[in-house]
């Protein structure tokens, strides 16, 4: 189903591509746009993946080099309207290939002869040049509580004009292992890779919020904004402890603030778990341009 948010999206085509090695078994999607924003989506019979592990896998293949856009898939809850799909609407899983293009304005001055009528003999001219930075990695984004959460790791992906497979597994235990190829380029905890859970520790602060202060009762929250009670010095806060100066044979380095249990980690045994999974959607920009 293709959404009907905007009227100039892109159109996929299907098509095995400029080299293949079965013309009929080898098609799939293709974009066949450039500069287009492409959204479309296919629903499934709805499940949910408490208890059991989930992987997601499918392959991509760039026959040319893009500079800005993605090859990735979304995972939608099956209550998706499809024909309103776009780059807001809410998912549960986003994953696979990003390229983000960025360009940096240079200055370069000299002396110049063609500049003597303005600047006298010989003038200071500034040409501005462009360079362009890429960065190509593995987008994996879930969300959480109506949040989005990015990998905190680099992932990079394949830079080529070749098919690749690239996997998703997201295990009963709050783990996870990214694979392209089929070979495992990351895994880990989704609680450590994450910044879904508040930290477990934070640094003792200096001061806390007042417990005695009350919202006024003329408060506006959506003239004055959200309320925070005002802070107070800490009264349990030690200060910065320094160690004497002296020949200290046990001596172990330089002093850490010390770290409190934080009161707002709540930890959760079922960060992998998506009750609803229904919908697998493309919601892609790609944008080519070539050098001048």
Request: proline share 7%; glycine share 8%; hydrophobic share 30%.
């Amino acid at each position: 189903v293709e959404s009907k948010q905007e009227s100039d999206y892109g159109k996929f085509v299907l098509s095995a591509g400029k080299f293949y090695g079965d013309p009929m078994k080898d098609q799939g999607l293709q974009t066949s746009q450039d500069a287009r924003f492409h959204a479309f989506s296919a629903r499934f019979k709805a499940f949910g993946n408490a208890g059991e592990p989930l992987m997601v896998q499918f392959t991509v293949k760039h026959e040319q080099s893009i500079n800005c856009g993605g090859g990735y898939v979304k995972l939608f809850p099956a209550d998706l309207n499809q024909e309103d799909m776009l780059g807001d609407s809410l998912y549960n899983i986003m994953f696979g290939e990003w390229t983000d293009s960025a360009l940096h304005q240079q200055s370069k001055f000299f002396l110049y002869e063609g500049c003597s009528s303005m600047l006298g003999s010989a003038g200071a001219c500034c040409v501005l040049t462009f360079a362009v930075q890429v960065q190509k990695k593995v987008h994996v984004i879930f969300n959480y509580k109506g949040e989005n959460h990015p990998i905190n790791k680099a992932i990079p992906c394949k830079d080529d004009e070749y098919t690749h497979p690239y996997t998703l597994i997201l295990s009963p235990d709050n783990t996870y292992e990214v694979k392209i190829d089929n070979k495992k380029v990351e895994s880990g905890s989704l609680e450590e890779d994450w910044d879904m859970l508040s930290p477990k520790r934070i640094e003792d602060p200096e001061d806390i919020p007042d417990p005695d202060a009350k919202k006024p009762n003329d408060w506006d929250d959506e003239m004055d904004g959200e309320w925070e009670p005002p802070r107070i010095t800490n009264p349990e806060y030690k200060g910065e402890w320094k160690p004497r100066k002296i020949d200290n044979p046990d001596y172990k380095g330089k002093w850490v603030h010390p770290k409190i249990d934080n009161p707002e980690y709540v930890a959760d045994a079922e960060l992998h778990k998506y009750d609803s999974i229904g919908v697998i959607g493309l919601d892609l920009l790609q944008v080519l341009w070539e050098d001048r």
